[in-house]
């Protein structure tokens, strides 16, 4: 299995503020086939299912606000939120969509300092 | 628009079996394009997935439920199925009912979710 590993498990940013939030996973997810990383990146407000934020790790889903943005490449990747808002405070969460069994990391809270 | 609605039990009793159904509305389950997931949260922990069904009854599990978990789908009711068998405590959770498109592999839409809790 892929094991997907979020860092840091918790982060307080002033509003205003960037959050970035990083993904690690234990091999590589790069499809060599369209050369793009099978990674996405989810949002869980409590109480609500995920919303799936990004895909191919830097693709923002129609209709997230543009200060969602996806980087990285290979087994590093990065969530940055360029200026938090009071509607970001959530648990964030990426997965590898590479191959089954697809895996998820263990989650970032994001809170407001 | 495409709508998941999960539905069974909210209680079931330790080394009973767990049972749980999707409703698809919006669109069609006999859609070659996409597969039907599940997908776990244990509360207050983070998610895993559970496995996925398509159309046609070809089917992926995760290696760590594989030994106690059933899926079906039934296209005349637009709708597909989980069974966990032999159930525990640590079976506790949200269940998710999710959709992916075949080759991309990411979860949209979710359903609500529905808490399945196991005690006697």
């Known amino acids: 299995d892929i094991v997907m590993t979020q860092s840091p498990d918790s982060l307080a940013v002033s509003l205003g503020e960037r959050a970035t939030i990083n993904c690690k996973s234990s091999q590589s997810v790069l499809y060599n086939s369209n050369n793009k990383n099978s990674l996405a990146w989810y949002q869980q407000k409590p109480g609500q299912p995920p919303k799936l934020l990004i895909y191919?790790?830097?693709t923002r889903e129609s209709g997230v606000p543009d200060r969602f943005s996806g980087s990285g490449s290979g087994t590093d990747f990065t969530l940055t939120i360029s200026s938090l808002q009071a509607e970001d405070v959530a648990v964030y969460y990426c997965q590898q969509c590479y191959s089954p069994p697809y895996t998820f990391g263990q989650g970032t809270k994001l809170e407001i300092k | 628009q495409l709508q998941l609605q999960e539905s069974g039990p909210g209680l079931v009793k330790p080394s009973e079996t767990l049972s749980l159904t999707c409703t698809v509305s919006g669109g069609s389950i006999s859609s070659s394009t996409y597969y039907w997931d599940w997908i776990r949260q244990p509360p207050g922990k983070g998610l895993e997935w559970i496995g996925n069904?398509?159309?046609?009854?070809?089917?992926w599990y995760n290696p760590s439920l594989k030994s106690r978990v059933t899926m079906s789908v039934d296209t005349s009711k637009n709708q597909f199925s989980l069974k966990l068998t032999s159930v525990t405590a640590a079976d506790t959770a949200v269940y998710y009912c999710?959709?992916?498109?075949?080759?991309?592999?990411?979860?949209?839409?979710w359903g609500q979710g529905t808490l399945v809790t196991v005690s006697s």
């Open positions: 191919w790790a830097s």
């Open positions: 069904i398509y159309y046609n009854g070809n089917i």
């Open positions: 999710a959709r992916h498109e075949a080759r991309i592999n990411w979860f949209d839409p």
